[in-house]
C-alpha cells in the first residue's frame, strides 16, 4: 500500500485533546499524569537546591563578615 500526502487518516499524526464544554474533568492519559507527577518532584527538588544553596551563601557571607 501506497501513502500520498493526500491521505488524512490520522496516521503518524500528534493528536493531543482538549477538555471541551462537556468534558471539563478530563486529565489525560496515564502518561500525562506520570509527566506531570515527575515534573512537580523535579520542581519540589530544584526548590530544595535552591533554598539549600541561599542557605549557604547566606552562613558563608555570615561567616565572612564575622572574621573581618
Known amino acids: 500500500?501506497?501513502?500520498s500526502s493526500s491521505d488524512n487518516d490520522?496516521?503518524?499524526?500528534?493528536?493531543?485533546?482538549?477538555p471541551t464544554a462537556d468534558n471539563?474533568?478530563?486529565d489525560g492519559d496515564e502518561a500525562d499524569r506520570a509527566d506531570r507527577?515527575?515534573?512537580e518532584e523535579e520542581q519540589a527538588m530544584i526548590r530544595e537546591q535552591s533554598e539549600?544553596?541561599?542557605a549557604a551563601k547566606a552562613a558563608?557571607?555570615?561567616?565572612?563578615?564575622?572574621n573581618a
Open 24 to 26: 471539563q474533568d478530563w
Open 37 to 39: 507527577l515527575r515534573f
Open 1 to 3: 500500500m501506497t501513502a
Open 10 to 18: 490520522g496516521q503518524g499524526m500528534i493528536v493531543n485533546p482538549r
Open 60 to 66: 558563608a557571607q555570615a561567616a565572612k563578615e564575622a
Open 52 to 54: 539549600a544553596r541561599a
